[in-house]
């Protein structure tokens, strides 16, 4: 069973090494060698076996076919002789057949050359009309770069890249030209933006020129406007206010007509930002970088450069405030500038938004309202101050027009009404000055109908027992007054200036108008008449006329009132604003005019008790008052005769302050320190002198006094000359502190101090010698009235 197992493998083995490859053979025969150990001999014999069965069948196969070969072997031999033959003739039929057709082949040739080369031209014609319309658009790119249109070269660049360029990309030309087109393009942006650089230069050279004829078209419609309104109001009448005497004309009808022929006559002439600034650079530059795709780049370059261009713009000279032509070129760059801002964002799309204009307008804003707040502080002149004002309004006007917020514009106007105010103050500060400067302080003398008449023009007098009076005649008031009310009428017009075109009401200007009017009544008319009271050069005779003229001036406040009223056109019912405060000012100055006059009349009298020369220690009285004293008197009386037109109280006042004072002078002249020693004839003589004060108080130089009260103002002087000249110590010492003394408002010390001075001069053998010699009880008796004062002032001092 073994055997026959290991037959079948063998057998195995053998077909596979007849069926396969001789190169796989190897594993087939790896597996004979593995077997049992007598298997390899086994296959040999197996082997050789199949060997000579198949040498066998080779050999019947070869048994079979033999004949057939031996016939085809005989056949061959008789075709050999044939084919040597044919092969004869075949030669030299080729031979014959070469040399006939040498002919043929030069021209078959030819053909073939000539086919080739029209292949060639075909070919090349096929290339050429490829290339040619890429030779000719590059042509084109060309000439659009030397003529410098450079948004057309862009898009003859994208039809070049996008449409020709493809079809002709294998020749080296071609990439020649791919090569060159972004440098072309790096060209065009770096050419385009050097353009938008000379725009901008261009741009900045032109808005002072762009900014005057914007806002001169603003004020021409502005006119316009005005001039039609004004048209308008004449059908519906308006109140009408006389300035001087006289009526203003009216001129509206003759306004609006001049007016609008005026603005026919330039209507053609009307020119924009376009008209004065070729914006195609922009234009160009913006479209060229869209088309770049670096439009961003563009916007941010361009916004940039105009922030700065806006902070050169707002920037002020130094010197703008000292001519209004500094103001207006510095309106109107700003207004160019955004006119032109305006004119990019209308024009363009995405360059310029209306947010970035308004921030940028924002900014601006703050840094205008800053420099105008600055300069205008520097301004000491109303009309320039007005002028800015007028240059503000048409600058806030135009940028109005173009949509750009002008309300803090409006706003600071209201703070340099303020300074314009202030401006106007300091003004009319002058102007009064020099009115008080001028006038001559007597009543205004009127010859004839026709100077009463001018006169009134001016201010509002009225006085019906001065009217019944014949011509000439004289107006209690002097030149100053109509003066004065006529400057407050002018600062009232030259403040309304200031309150046109700020879009106020009638009312708020009313308003506006009354507090001014107020600041100039109670702060610099008030100071100037406080000064002009107060310099050396205005006697009593001035200071009068001052107290008359307040008065004048304080009864013509009502009237400035209807004049505030009329000029605003408000009518009588609907004015609720406050009133004008004249009549505390001109109280004021009245005030302080009579105080003035009290003291000036005081200094006046130190002046002459300064001359008084008495002889402390003459023995005898010269038997008259003193020289002094009588041109005192004389002096007051000639005063108090002025007084006569002043209120009977200040007149009273005045004679009170100046007798109370000279007592109190003469009081001061007895008690004097330096004054050791007074004789009784001193007292005597002075004593003459009080009796002339007393005449002069009991004649009653101011009417107004009841009795004898102008004389009380010398009791204490008559009680303590009466004591000393009656020598009447007993009733005095006796007395003393009684309601009903005699001696009442006599002071021990006064008295004392008196009698001290009495006694040095008795140790000097003057008259109290004679008490020594003949009388010394006498002399006793003043010793023991010295001592017994002495103990009554003590005791008011303890008592103190």
């Known amino acids: 069973r073994a055997e026959s197992g290991s037959l079948a493998e063998h057998e195995r083995i053998l077909q596979e090494i007849e069926s396969t490859d001789t190169a796989c053979v190897g594993p087939t025969l ?38 057939g070969f031996v016939d085809a072997i005989t056949e061959l031999l008789k075709v050999r002789a044939d084919a040597g033959k044919l092969k004869v003739q075949v030669t030299d039929t080729n031979r014959r057949l070469q040399d006939a057709g040498k002919e043929v082949i030069a021209q078959t040739e030819e053909i073939i050359r000539c086919r080739i080369q029209q292949r060639n031209i075909t070919t090349v014609v096929e290339k050429l009309q490829l290339c040619l319309p890429v030779l000719e658009m590059y042509s084109k790119l060309k000439e659009q770069m030397n003529v410098k249109r450079y948004y057309s070269a862009l898009k003859t660049m994208e039809q070049l890249e996008n449409t020709y360029l493809p079809r002709v990309s294998q020749y080296r030309f071609c990439q020649i030209m791919i090569e060159n087109l972004p440098k072309l393009r790096e060209e065009i942006k770096e050419i385009s933006m050097s353009d938008l650089k000379d725009f901008l230069e261009s741009i900045r050279k032109h808005s002072d020129k762009i900014g005057e004829t914007a806002m001169k078209q603003a004020q021409q419609q502005k006119t316009f406007n005005t001039a039609l309104q004004k048209q308008n109001n004449v059908n519906y009448g308006r109140n009408m206010y006389v300035i001087n005497g006289r009526v203003p004309e009216p001129k509206y009808e003759i306004t609006s007509k001049r007016t609008l022929e005026e603005e026919d006559e330039h209507e053609e002439e009307v020119l924009t930002a376009h008209d004065l600034v070729d914006f195609s650079p922009v234009y160009r530059c913006l479209h060229i970088y869209s088309v770049l795709g670096d439009g961003e780049t563009f916007e941010n370059y361009y916004r940039k450069q105009r922030r700065k261009q806006a902070r050169l713009v707002l920037q002020p000279q130094s010197s703008m405030h000292e001519t209004v032509e500094g103001y207006r070129r510095y309106f109107n760059q700003i207004v160019g500038f955004f006119v032109v801002e305006d004119h990019i964002l209308h024009v363009t799309q995405g360059l310029v938004t209306r947010a970035y204009t308004d921030e940028l307008w924002n900014m601006a804003l703050s840094k205008i309202i800053a420099v105008l707040r600055t300069h205008s502080s520097y301004c000491t002149d109303p009309d320039l101050v007005l002028e800015l004002k007028n240059l503000i309004v048409v600058f ?5 027009g173009y949509g750009f917020p002008v309300n803090r514009l409006f706003d600071l106007l209201f703070e340099i009404r303020d300074q314009y105010n202030e401006t106007l103050l300091k003004k009319w500060a002058g102007l009064f000055r020099d009115i008080f400067e001028a006038d001559n302080y007597s009543p205004i003398p009127v010859a004839n109908e026709e100077e009463y008449k001018i006169v009134i023009s001016k201010f509002p007098f009225q006085d019906p027992e001065l009217d019944k009076q014949s011509f000439p005649k004289k107006l209690p008031m002097s030149q100053s007054v109509p003066q004065i009310y006529i400057q407050v009428k002018e600062f009232i017009y030259a403040s309304l200036k200031f309150s046109e075109s700020l879009h106020r009401s009638s009312t708020e200007i009313d308003d506006m108008l009354r507090k001014s009017t107020n600041l100039l009544l109670t702060r610099t008319l008030s100071s100037c008449l406080q000064n002009l009271i107060k310099k050396p050069h205005i006697g009593l005779t001035e200071l009068v006329q001052i107290i008359i003229n307040t008065t004048h001036l304080e009864q013509a406040c009502k009237y400035l009132e209807d004049f505030i009223t009329n000029v605003t056109n408000i009518s009588q019912e609907t004015v609720h604003t406050a009133r004008l405060y004249g009549l505390s000012t001109f109280k004021d100055a009245r005030h302080a005019a009579e105080g003035e006059i009290y003291t000036k009349l005081n200094q006046k009298i130190d002046e002459f008790i300064q001359l008084a020369d008495y002889d402390w220690t003459m023995s005898e009285p010269a038997g008259r008052a003193s020289g002094y004293l009588m041109d005192l008197i004389n002096f007051l009386r000639s005063t108090f005769q002025v007084f006569t037109h002043l209120p009977g109280k200040v007149a009273q006042t005045a004679c009170m302050s100046a007798c109370q004072h000279l007592s109190t002078s003469l009081m001061q002249m007895l008690l004097d320190s330096e004054l050791k020693q007074i004789s009784m004839g001193a007292v005597q003589q002075f004593n003459l002198d009080v009796i002339q004060c007393e005449l002069f108080a009991s004649s009653e130089p101011v009417p107004g006094f009841h009795g004898d009260t102008l004389q009380l103002a010398f009791i204490d002087l008559r009680q303590l000359l009466d004591l000393f000249m009656v020598w009447d110590w007993s009733t005095y010492l006796a007395d003393y502190g009684q309601p009903t003394s005699k001696y009442l408002r006599v002071n021990p010390s006064t008295a004392l101090t008196l009698l001290e001075k009495m006694k040095e001069t008795s ?25 017994q004062l002495r103990s009554l002032v003590n005791g008011m001092s303890q008592h103190t």
């Open 30 to 67: 790896r597996s004979v060698y593995d077997d049992q150990p007598n298997a390899h001999q086994r296959f040999m014999e197996k082997l050789d076996a199949c060997i000579r069965n198949h040498d066998r069948e080779i050999e019947k196969m070869c048994n079979f076919h033999h004949q």
């Open 396 to 400: 806030a006007d135009t940028l109005q």
């Open 763 to 787: 140790k000097k053998n003057n008259i109290f010698a004679q008490f020594r010699k003949n009388d010394r009880d006498k002399q006793k008796l003043i010793e023991t009235v010295v001592k």
